[in-house]
């Protein structure tokens, strides 16, 4: 399975995605920058040099292990160019309204209804967990605004703005080559929440995160009793707190990522 960094680097229009990314080269480059932002680096023996395949097989100079950047993804396997699944993929995240395999057959003109059916299946498949289980560990939470006039009022309760209820896990892993320690992002739960009480706070914490998990809040009061004694709170104070090593860097992370791809389906006027 091929694991991925999330990243901030998502095109804003549909005009920037396929500028981007028209060809297989973009895809692949893409692929590399989020599987490696800091450079390529063999998962076998940590080397930093490698040849690329005719096939975009990764090979590492010095032991030569392979890495395929499409193995472990829905992109396995397939006869298509890689593009046709990144114009599937930004069609499918940022249509608002609904999406058929017909339409996905136009877009990408595919020869076969059943090749658009199957991967409107894929995709479908990779949004759905099905063991949701509880977030649990070190868990942020927060909310955030999407919508509204931006003349409205500003912070919490801004009206006319729809609530967004976030919550992350985020541990620290290590490279078994440098051994230096570095931060990950993992499960994520995202809800609408008609207010920011401590009744509603409460009732997204309990579904979604185990009792007993470290959870890491800004210093709002309706955290307070929505988290009790059931959980290990960590309030920290968010306002000058920048990069990953911040508090609450994953939230805001997930929070930008999710206006960005509201702002593009916007664009695409959908
Ligand atoms: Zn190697």
Not at 16 to 32: I, M, P, V
Not at 121 to 128: D, G, S
Request: net charge positive; proline share 3%; aromatic share 10%.
């Amino acid at each position: 399975m091929t694991n991925f960094t999330l990243t901030e680097d998502f095109p804003n229009s549909e005009i920037e995605f396929d500028r981007r990314f028209s060809n297989t080269e973009a895809c692949y480059e893409y692929l590399a920058r989020i599987k490696w932002p800091d450079g390529y680096t063999c998962e076998k023996c940590g080397h930093n040099a490698c040849w690329l395949s005719s096939n975009n097989i990764y090979i590492c100079k010095r032991c030569e292990h392979q890495i395929s950047l499409t193995a472990g993804t829905i992109m396995h396997g397939t006869k298509k160019p890689i593009t046709y699944w990144f114009k599937a993929m930004w069609w499918f995240t940022t249509r608002k309204s609904g999406v058929n395999a017909v339409n996905l057959q136009e877009l990408l003109g595919l020869g076969s209804y059943h090749t658009a059916w199957s991967w409107l299946q894929k995709l479908r498949r990779c949004t759905v967990r099905k063991d949701r289980e509880k977030l649990s560990g070190r868990v942020e939470v927060d909310e955030f605004f999407i919508g509204g006039k931006k003349s409205g009022k500003r912070g919490r309760g801004a009206e006319g703005k729809t609530i967004v209820l976030v919550a992350i896990e985020r541990y620290t892993a290590q490279d078994p080559e440098t051994l230096n320690s570095y931060w990950q992002i993992g499960r994520v739960r995202l809800q609408v929440a008609l207010d920011c009480s401590a009744y509603s706070l409460e009732t997204f914490i309990n579904h979604n995160i185990e009792t007993g998990s470290m959870v890491v809040t800004d210093k709002l009061n309706s955290y307070r009793p929505a988290l009790n004694q059931k959980y290990h709170h960590i309030p920290v104070e968010p306002a000058h707190q920048k990069g990953p090593e911040s508090g609450l860097y994953g939230v805001h992370l997930i929070a930008s990522l999710v206006k960005r791809l509201i702002r593009a389906a916007l664009s695409r006027g959908v």
